[in-house]
């Protein structure tokens, strides 16, 4: 083991635990050009992380036969690519390790987007940043650019080879230029690892296929119609539409294949040593070309246990927390983001409880909170939200929320039953409300969805759309406008990274042509994931006209939030009870003072009672979107306009 300034004894104990694998190790990190400092820094990282890795290889791999040689293992490969880190990576290592909170800052302000339908390509992308600058983005996720199989591809979620961008995209020199570029435009870059599946025809299980019998252990291939029905008989089907059931057939294979969601992607085996040991690699290299957060696609769904419904195994979190740790070691300015959209007590589990808490993923999608936006708003109700969300678990405080309107996905009904029984209503008879209403079915409905995947056996009928759409701009745009920005307004002040989907911060409509691209008929999701209208953009900075008005509105917020240091994200958030049913009411008490966010979800005048802003310790109520102190009305009560969205803090000073 390399001498390093840490205590001797914390490295020899390192180099024991490495079992003979030190003098290996010192060999890859001891390569020409680096030096001795920086040697050192890696060596310091070993030994903050180690025990992070191999408690949680321990807990997967019990066995020490198994779990030493790959503890090792992994270790090297986090060496070698430390070795080949580029010089401004390390220097960008060196900037997060200073600001560990850096993902929880009130600057941060995301947007989502397929590259395709935002600029053509990569470099389109890069040459289209002023308008992602000018909206105060931070962080920009892209999604699946990996190479997919042809044809039927799950939006890019088919993934044929990951050490290759889509080529009608560009390359992965184009894929570090861009990351460069957006680094020095002050923009971390967010892309798609599906971790869950591979493509059929990725070559592990191409070679699986011709019968090599190490490529077929990194894929569950049951021998016969038995085995498969003793799963599925606590599966639930993700796609019932158009791809029922959780396993294919295979001629090949002889065998029936793991296939949870449509037969051309093949469940991985992650209990399998060699597959983590290959996405340490995958890791590993798209960090050195500069991605800085990782979006664990259908991270949920790793474990596979007989008698579950195969989500949410505590071996997940395993998995994540070794993945981690080996990446702190080599690059830790990468960022973790879990997509795991299940229940909402299942949540916070992704960013880290118990034995995992601070180990796992730096971020996760605040499912639940998206749901609750879309319920308040059709039914011009709190109740439900404030059951729901104040029931939700404490978050660790080094995790953070992806906070969103919506997402390139349908929208799923996330309502607990537990949450909807003690409010007074059925949970499955507000998830039909919800699909009626969003769907444009229920009277009064100013919504303009598409049903997607209805499921006559459950009931569930899940919503596609564009913000724009769904909040009713086509029949009423003065109020649908309102919704828009209240909603945005939530997302932006609860806690995490408010991210942007394409597209509606220029109020688009769902694309009508969305059946008409191949490959997408059968798919209503594009419907709501059109191609950024860059004539429509242009209008951007015109107030007098829709996508001003939008455009104007986000960036209001994310300069606002900008500004408040109440809303960094290691403050927790609180939901007021007691409150008119048409008003959310939130709380964060940060060192910096306080904030209240008050929403009216309805189409009516709200009040809400000065005295409790005083008893929370606001002493000068200003409304920091508004810019004005606030005034009381008639009877000595605050009144929320229609769909008002205040943040409120202390006067300055």
Request: aromatic share 8%.
């Amino acid at each position: 083991m390399t001498t390093m300034s840490a205590p001797a004894e914390v490295h020899a104990a390192a180099a024991a635990r490495l079992e003979g694998s030190a003098l290996g190790l010192d060999a890859v990190i001891a390569g020409p050009g680096l030096s001795r400092e920086r040697r050192d820094a890696f060596g310091l990282r070993l030994d903050r992380f180690y025990d992070d890795l191999a408690s949680a290889l321990a807990e997967i791999h019990p066995d020490p036969e198994v779990r030493a040689p790959l503890t090792a293992r992994m270790v090297e490969l986090a060496a070698a690519a430390y070795a080949e880190r580029a010089d401004e990576l390390h220097t960008l290592d060196a900037r997060r390790l200073l600001t560990p909170d850096w993902l929880q800052q009130p600057r941060m302000f995301g947007y989502a987007c397929y590259t395709e339908r935002f600029a053509d390509d990569l470099r389109g992308v890069a040459a289209r940043l002023d308008h992602l600058e000018e909206l105060g983005v931070t962080y920009l996720h892209l999604m699946p650019l990996l190479q997919p199989r042809e044809g039927d591809n799950d939006g890019g979620y088919a993934v044929q080879d990951y050490r290759a961008v889509r080529s009608d995209l560009g390359t992965m020199d184009d894929l570090r230029d861009l990351a460069t570029t957006l680094r020095g435009r002050g923009i971390s870059l967010c892309m798609d690892l599906v971790v869950n599946h591979v493509a059929r025809e990725h070559e592990w299980a191409a070679r699986a296929r011709t019968g090599d019998e190490r490529y077929r252990d990194y894929f569950h291939v049951l021998p016969d119609r038995a085995a498969v029905e003793a799963y599925e008989q606590t599966l639930p089907e993700v796609f019932p539409d158009f791809a029922p059931g959780s396993f294919t057939w295979d001629d090949d294979l002889d065998a029936w294949v793991w296939t949870t969601f449509n037969e051309f992607q093949w469940d991985l085996n992650w209990a399998n040593p060699a597959v983590l040991l290959e996405f340490t690699e995958i890791i590993l290299g798209l960090a050195n070309l500069g991605v800085e957060v990782l979006r664990l696609d259908a991270i949920a769904f790793l474990w596979k246990r007989l008698g579950t419904d195969c989500q949410n195994q505590p071996e997940v979190h395993a998995i994540t927390q070794a993945l981690r740790a080996v990446t702190r070691m080599a690059a830790p300015a990468v960022a973790f983001k879990a997509e795991a959209i299940v229940g909402p007590r299942d949540l916070v589990q992704y960013l880290g409880t118990g034995r995992h808490a601070g180990r796992v993923s730096d971020l996760a999608y605040h499912n639940s909170l998206m749901v609750q936006v879309w319920s308040m708003l059709a039914a011009r109700n709190t109740v439900l939200a404030r059951q729901a969300l104040r029931a939700l678990p404490a978050t660790p405080a080094t995790g953070t929320w992806i906070t969103y309107v919506r997402c390139h996905d349908d929208i799923g009904w996330a309502i607990d039953d537990r949450d909807a029984y003690a409010v007074g209503v059925t949970g499955q008879g507000h998830r039909a409300f919800l699909s009626d209403w969003y769907s444009g079915e229920f009277p009064g409905s100013w919504a303009d969805g598409l049903v997607f995947q209805a499921n006559p056996a459950t009931g569930d009928r899940r919503i596609s759309g564009t913000a724009a759409s769904l909040l009713g701009l086509e029949t009423d745009p003065d109020a649908a406008l309102a919704r828009i920005l209240l909603a945005h307004a939530v997302v932006a002040a609860w806690g995490g990274i408010p991210v942007v989907w394409s597209g509606d911060e220029l109020g688009q409509p769902n694309d009508p042509g969305w059946a008409s691209e191949p490959g997408h008929e059968d798919d209503n999701r594009w419907a709501h994931r059109p191609r950024l209208d860059w004539t429509r953009a242009a209008s951007r900075d015109d107030p007098d006209t829709v996508a001003g008005r939008v455009f104007g509105g986000l960036r209001h917020l994310a300069a606002v939030r900008a500004r408040l240091p109440q809303l960094h994200a290691s403050a927790d958030t609180e939901v007021l009870q007691d409150t008119d049913d048409g008003v959310l009411a939130v709380v964060r008490q940060h060192a910096s003072g306080t904030f209240v966010g008050l929403y009216n979800v309805s189409d009516q005048a709200r009040s809400f009672e000065p005295h409790r802003l005083h008893d929370l310790g606001l002493t000068a109520p200003y409304d920091a979107l508004g810019g004005h102190p606030l005034a009381t009305g008639s009877m000595g009560l605050l009144w929320l306009p229609p769909y008002a969205a205040w943040w409120l803090v202390d006067a300055p000073g």
